[in-house]
């Protein structure tokens, strides 16, 4: 070793870059979605990034009726900026999906409107979107509840539970759209309680 010096490794599998990316165009293809863009850093990482792309590539061809693109990680994110509709389902390493994941929550109003779900073969966890907990908001009834709620709704869907799913993100949407009932970080007044009062 030398001091001050250190070194970090990349792994990347074909084994699980198949798997995460034929799950991203079953879900495209069960959601009903036209496209599955691969994000990464092929341009610098050729041989784990390259593998990933190739990999994501091997699986495009199985799903003729969904378009596939690549994007550089970067770009991804100055694309999300100035034309997010041209994405749909994004499929991409685990620390690039941290910043990209970050990037859509600030666009959608930050992350107390996102929901997270961990998918594993057999079990899924739903939670609050980007693993903000808002420790600093603990205890004072002002945090923005709809990213758990629309992460419960995921797991209603999760079970089969599909009409449950829907009934669920429509009270959340209703009560910001229609009955404007707004936590203080999208610019109202109404404190946690009363949000979830209102989708009740």
């Known amino acids: ?15 699980k870059s198949l798997k995460i990316a034929r799950f991203a165009f079953e879900i495209a293809k069960h959601a009903e979605r036209k496209k599955v863009t691969a994000v990464h850093k092929a341009n610098i990482m050729k041989l784990s990034d390259g593998l990933f792309i190739d990999c994501c590539r091997e699986v495009a061809a199985e ?25 749909d389902v994004m499929v991409m390493p685990n620390l690039y999906g941290n910043i990209v994941s970050n990037v859509c ?3 959608v109003g930050g992350s107390g409107f996102v929901a997270g779900s961990n998918y594993g073969d057999h079990y899924a966890i739903f939670e609050q979107g980007t693993r903000n907990t808002g420790v600093g908001i603990a205890g004072k009834n002002i945090a923005n509840p709809s990213g758990i709620l629309f992460a419960a709704a995921n797991m209603l869907k ?10 669920m993100k429509k009270a959340v949407l209703s ?15 109404a404190t946690t309680t009363q949000f979830i009062e209102c989708v009740l």
Not at 71 to 85: F, G, S
Not at 159 to 166: A, F, N, P, T, V
């Open 63 to 87: 799903y003729s009726n969904i378009k596939f693109d690549t994007m550089i990680v970067d770009n991804t994110c100055m694309q999300l900026v100035n034309r997010p509709t041209q994405f």
């Open 175 to 189: 009560t910001i759209q229609e009955h404007n009932i707004k936590t203080a970080d999208i610019g109202g007044t």
């Open 105 to 107: 929550a600030g666009l």
């Open 1 to 15: 070793s030398v001091p001050g010096v250190v070194e970090s490794l990349k792994v990347i599998t074909r084994a």
């Open 158 to 167: 999760y079970l089969g539970l599909d009409q449950h799913c829907s009934v």
